[in-house]
């Protein structure tokens, strides 16, 4: 049933690229070599792959352009919209009013919150932030998770990583004593037991909890109206999801 999910999914895009005119636009799009399952480096294609790379490029073909992923860090999205060197942000980055002060954000797309996780000889049931009072923990610089953290009070000391392995990496080691990241992230990191000196703590409720959108330059509109019309026809014919169970992540909605 996956192979054939698959197969629609390959045989969806491939009929998408057809349709894009051979001189459409091509616009720049940022996107990160760390958020697997969301965005990742492919090291046998050297290119950006994942779901939002996927969805972002089925954008473009019901839109009429064409795109060019450029990787860069989580932290320098921003500022490199708002500088021009990119036209769109194709990230696992939620839509927050913080952020909106600086940039325009599509409809939303896909939602979630942060996971947890502890090395694996900590087996705890945490449930919240207060549990892992007095601790030092991690999370990745740039995003909601740091900063609601930070203001929280809680920790002896929340250190900021670059990426979200890292903080796998830091956890596994025993250098502090929880991270935080996107839940879904995590999940696909830890799948089969890839890293067995950690583990996802699934008692735990997220408290920062968001939507993922495609970032745009603010007053952008005409682009902005391209994108929310293109991804609204997609997740009308279901090609959201498709993209979504390619990567294995559940659709919205779904137990």
Sequence with gaps: MRIRTLIQAAAAMAALAAAVPASAEVLKVGSTPTGVPFTFLDTKTNTIQGIMVDLIGAVGQEAGFEVQIEPMAFSTLI????????????????????????????????????????????????????????????????????DALQSSGLFAEVKAYDTIPDILRDVNAGRIAAGFADYPILAYNLKDGAIPGVRLVESYKPTSIGSVGIGLRKGDQALRDKVDAALAKLKADGSIDRILAKWGVKPQGAS
């Design 79 to 146: 500022a490199s919209l708002t500088s021009n060197k990119i036209d769109l942000i194709a990230a696992a980055m939620f839509i927050s009013p913080k952020r909106q002060e600086v940039i325009d954000f599509s409809a939303p797309i896909y939602t979630y919150g942060e996971g947890l996780i502890v090395p694996k000889d900590d087996t705890r049931d945490y449930t919240t932030l207060a549990d892992l009072k007095g601790l030092t923990v991690g999370a990745q610089v740039g995003t909601t998770f740091v």
